[in-house]
């Protein structure tokens, strides 16, 4: 049996192989090139992109050969398995964009190095763009039953359900991915395609169409879709969805995702997204078990996935602004760190003027709902600015006083913070 498969199998990373012996006996008797796909829907990827590419690091540590896929061609089109409705088409130039920036995302999980097996982006825009329509019916539609497509699933579900259905546009879209995979096939010797399980149809379709043009012997792996416990979607907060991107979703607000996992969910996840062995993650589940306070596995997952996403700086200055909002000493905080607060860590407010009063700061945001309950919180010792707590109901808080001449973070009571920002 080959390791890594059981490895995968052990942490629940495996939806479907196909023909799983011989993908075993392929694996194990020789390095091998293996693609995901990665559409550019926005210009960063969400850490729902993260159990694929942390699956391509795997088979790279493996010996294999990752590819990248970015589908610069299919981005145009958009895919539509269990879709709700039919994608907004985007432009050329937007698309073209978002590419550039998933190239530098993906780059960062793989290696690119001299190894014989280093990682290679790719964009599918560079075959497809070389084919014209006639070509394109004739050499590849021309191995597709319509009869067939329409009953997988992904695209089933669109057709059955009412409305608008499904557009010839992303009909084809299963055609193009599967003359993806014939392309690296021939191209690159790829043989091996990864993707969520949602992508089953189109990968089989690429290894159907694979053995008809190329008489070639490939295979196919799904992962899980990722769920939560609680049934709510995975990478998606109150404030929106989770990116890779550090200008998007902060490393800070990162590491807070991460941190609030519910026990439920936190030793499945250390499984999918770290690169603790099985045994290790096992030990840490049976000691949370057994332990008086919080548990641990909250506090690993954290920092293990922002390091592997944000590197070793990106993990400092998360704990760091962690550890100040919990102490309430904030002079150990860059400037930086107060603008990853700024940008999503806390609610945040505008001040115009140069001065304030405590009073007007603490109702102009959702610390005290009136003048009478700020003054009663100041009284009572519940107040804190920038670390120093603050009693005299007429203190005046200035932009001078402001950490960095810009920030000042007041706290009222053990919880409840909002940063004020002066313009």
């Given at each position: 049996?080959?390791?890594?498969?059981?490895?995968?199998k052990a942490?629940?990373?495996?939806?479907?192989?196909t023909?799983?012996?011989?993908?075993?006996?392929?694996?194990?008797?020789?390095?091998r090139?293996?693609?995901?796909?990665?559409d550019?829907?926005?210009?960063?990827?969400?850490?729902?992109?993260?159990v694929?590419?942390?699956?391509?690091?795997?088979?790279?540590?493996?010996g294999?050969?990752?590819?990248?896929?970015?589908?610069?061609?299919?981005?145009?089109?958009?895919?539509?398995?269990?879709?709700?409705?039919?994608?907004?088409?985007?432009?050329?130039?937007?698309?073209?964009?978002w590419?550039?920036?998933?190239?530098?995302?993906v780059?960062?999980?793989?290696?690119?190095?001299?190894?014989?097996?280093?990682?290679?982006?790719?964009n599918?825009?560079?075959?497809?763009?070389?084919?014209?329509?006639?070509?394109?019916?004739?050499?590849?539609?021309?191995h597709?039953?319509?009869?067939?497509?329409?009953?997988?699933?992904?695209?089933?579900q669109?057709?059955?359900?009412e409305?608008?259905?499904i557009?010839f546009?992303?009909?084809?879209?299963?055609?193009?991915?599967?003359?993806?995979f014939?392309?690296?096939?021939?191209?690159?010797?790829c043989?091996?395609?990864?993707?969520g399980s949602?992508?089953?149809?189109?990968?089989?379709?690429g290894?159907?169409?694979?053995?008809?043009m190329?008489?070639?012997?490939?295979?196919?792996?799904?992962?899980?879709?990722?769920?939560?416990?609680?049934?709510?979607?995975?990478?998606?907060?109150?404030?929106?969805?989770?990116?890779?991107?550090?200008?998007?979703?902060?490393p800070?607000?990162?590491?807070?995702?991460w941190?609030?996992?519910?026990?439920?969910?936190?030793?499945?996840?250390?499984?999918?997204?770290?690169?603790?062995?099985v045994?290790?993650?096992?030990e840490?589940?049976?000691?949370?078990?057994?332990?008086?306070?919080?548990?641990?596995?909250?506090?690993?997952?954290?920092?293990?996935?922002?390091?592997l996403?944000?590197?070793?700086?990106?993990?400092?200055?998360?704990?760091?602004?962690?550890?100040?909002?919990?102490?309430?000493?904030?002079?150990?905080?860059?400037?930086?760190?107060?603008?990853?607060l700024?940008?999503?860590?806390?609610?945040?407010?505008?001040?115009?003027?140069?001065?304030?009063?405590?009073?007007?700061?603490?109702t102009s945001?959702?610390?005290?709902?009136?003048?009478?309950?700020?003054?009663?919180?100041?009284?009572?010792?519940?107040?804190m600015?920038?670390?120093?707590?603050?009693?005299?109901?007429?203190?005046?808080?200035?932009?001078?006083?402001?950490?960095?001449?810009?920030?000042?973070?007041?706290?009222?009571?053990?919880?409840?913070?909002n940063?004020?920002?002066?313009?």
């Open positions: 049996m080959n390791a890594l498969i059981e490895d995968l942490r629940g990373l495996i939806a479907q192989t023909a799983d012996e011989e993908l075993h006996e392929h694996l194990s008797s020789g390095s090139t293996l693609y995901c796909g990665f550019p829907t926005a210009d960063s990827l969400h850490i729902g992109s993260l694929p590419l942390l699956i391509l690091k795997r088979f790279q540590e493996a294999h050969k990752p590819l990248a896929l970015v589908g610069g061609a299919t981005g145009l089109i958009g895919d539509p398995s269990f879709k709700a409705a039919e994608r907004k088409l985007n432009s050329d130039d937007i698309v073209a964009n590419v550039d920036s998933i190239k530098k995302q780059s960062a999980f793989i290696e690119f190095n001299d190894q014989e097996n280093a990682a290679e982006v790719v599918n825009l560079d075959w497809i763009s070389k084919m014209d329509s006639i070509s394109f019916l004739r050499d590849v539609g021309k597709f039953s319509v009869n067939a497509m329409i009953q997988k699933e992904s695209v089933k669109r057709i059955d359900r409305g608008a259905g557009s546009t992303e009909f084809s879209y299963m055609l193009l991915q599967s003359y993806d014939a392309a690296l096939n021939k191209e690159k010797n043989t091996l395609q990864i993707g949602d992508q089953w149809g189109n990968i089989t379709g290894i159907d169409l694979t053995r008809r190329n008489q070639e012997k490939v295979f196919g792996l799904t992962m899980p879709l990722v769920t939560k416990a609680d049934g709510t979607k995975f990478g998606k907060t109150e404030s929106g969805t989770i990116w890779l991107d550090p200008a998007k979703t902060s800070y607000a990162f590491f807070q995702f941190i609030t996992t519910l026990d439920a969910d936190v030793y499945k996840f250390l499984r999918y997204f770290t690169f603790l062995t045994e290790e993650i096992a840490i589940e049976e000691t949370d078990k057994n332990i008086k306070g919080r548990p641990q596995g909250q506090g690993i997952l954290a920092r293990e996935v922002t390091r996403v944000h590197g070793e700086e990106g993990l400092a200055s998360a704990e760091r602004i962690t550890e100040a909002l919990f102490s309430g000493n904030l002079s150990n905080l860059s400037e930086s760190d107060l603008a990853q700024a940008q999503d860590g806390l609610p945040a407010t505008d001040v115009d003027n140069d001065s304030a009063s405590i009073v007007e700061l603490l945001c959702e610390l005290a709902a009136s003048n009478k309950m700020a003054r009663e919180f100041v009284n009572n010792g519940a107040v600015v920038n670390g120093e707590k603050i009693t005299d109901t007429e203190a005046t808080i200035t932009k001078a006083d402001a950490l960095f001449s810009r920030y000042t973070l007041i706290k009222r009571g053990k919880r409840l913070f940063l004020f920002i002066w313009k």
